[in-house]
Structure formats: structure tokens, C-alpha cells
């Protein structure tokens, strides 16, 4: 299968947040509508999209703030799943983010999605001794 990666765009949105909602990754406190148009003012460069025949199969959304690069919204339509296709996304994201001089990157995984834990070590990426805390500035809904 021929996939191509490509940076996100616009048009692509309701397909994204399908994508988003088939993976299990949206939540009722979070709009991925405006979660895409913040991202699309800030390196949209750094959101990539897999597509195959016009199907958007995949996406991973990445982020650079001058020390530390982050992945968020990796999602692979689950039929795809398991093909090597978030592995390839991941290293899109990395390539980019490397290119733009990020020495570490970072993400974040709900707890209980030993899964998802488990594809991220195969790829190399460490259990970090950090707690995660966060402060809602603009509620969504």
C-alpha cells in the first residue's frame, strides 16, 4: 500500500477528528475542532497526515518549544492498526521535530493505555519520573 505523508490540511479536519473519534482520543472537555484550528497558528507544520487514495488513515500532531519537542494525537484508523503505520508517523514527527533542532521529545499517555505504552517502548521511549499538571485557561465547551 502506497501511504503518503504530508502535512495537514485544512480540508482534512472532519476526516481528523473522525479519525480522532474512532481512536478513542477525543474528550467531552476538549474540542478537537478548536484543538485544529490552535495548532494551524502554531507550526502547522509539525501536523502530518497519512493518506492512501485520498483516505485519511492517520495523523500525528507534534510540537517544538525551543527545549522540548512533543507528540500528541497519534491515531491510526483501527483497521490499519498494527501495519506499521503509527510507527512511520511517529518517525515523520521525529524527523521534523529534529530538523528544527529539538535535542528530546516528550508525550503524554493516558495511564491506563498499557497498549499504547507498550507500542511507544518499542520505538525507544522511556518511562519519564515527572508528575503532569495542568491548569485550563480556555474552557472549550
Known sequence: MQIQFRQFH?????????LWQACGLTRPWNDPHKDIERKLQQEPELFIVAEHNGQLLGSVMAGYDGHRGWIYYLSVLPQYQSQGLGKSLVLQ???????????KIQLMIRHDNSGVQDFYRTLGYESAEVVVLGKRLIEDV
Open 93 to 103: 514527527a521525529e524527523q521534523r521535530l529534529r530538523s528544527k533542532g529539538c535535542p
Open 10 to 18: 485544512p480540508d482534512d479536519t472532519e476526516a481528523t477528528v473522525a
